[in-house]
Nanobody, 122 residues
Framework: QVQLVESGGGLVQAGGSLRLSCAASGRTFSSYAMGWFRQAPGKDREFVSAIRWSGSSTYYADSVKGRFTISRDNAKNTVYLQMNSLKPEDTAVYYC???????????????WGQGTQVTVSS
């Protein structure tokens, strides 16, 4: 089992930045690829970004490419999502996830955090 706890969400104006963190505990953190997903009101949860256990590869949804950066610190069992140039359409609950790389980039995960709200005002 892996437990995931997100933090760092909040309210920000369009064009601003936020950094989300996800602290993991339980089974060996470095064994998993990590990802971020989001769910806006009335919409399905969607993939945002993923990073391999080594940090050697990252993958982004087209909607966030060039604005968001995913990173991880295996010594701290933490994965981050730096979000810059935020837009109102980025408003959503953001979820941290842990699983095999292939499963994450296809939109699934065995382990989920509880989510953190990000609201971008225009």
């Amino acid at each position: 089992q892996v437990q995931l706890v997100e933090s760092g969400g909040g309210l920000v104006q369009a064009g601003g930045s936020l950094r989300l963190s996800c602290a993991a505990s339980g089974r060996t953190f470095s064994s998993y690829a990590m990802g971020w997903f989001r769910q806006a009101p009335g919409k399905d949860r969607e993939f945002v970004s993923a990073i391999r256990w080594s940090g050697s590869s990252t993958y982004y949804a087209d909607s966030v490419k060039g604005r968001f950066t995913i990173s991880r610190d295996n010594a701290k069992n933490t994965v981050y999502l730096q979000m810059n140039s935020l837009k109102p359409e980025d408003t959503a609950v953001y979820y941290c996830a842990a699983d095999r790389w292939a499963n994450l980039v296809q939109g699934g995960s065995d382990y989920w955090g509880q989510g953190t709200q990000v609201t971008v005002s225009s």
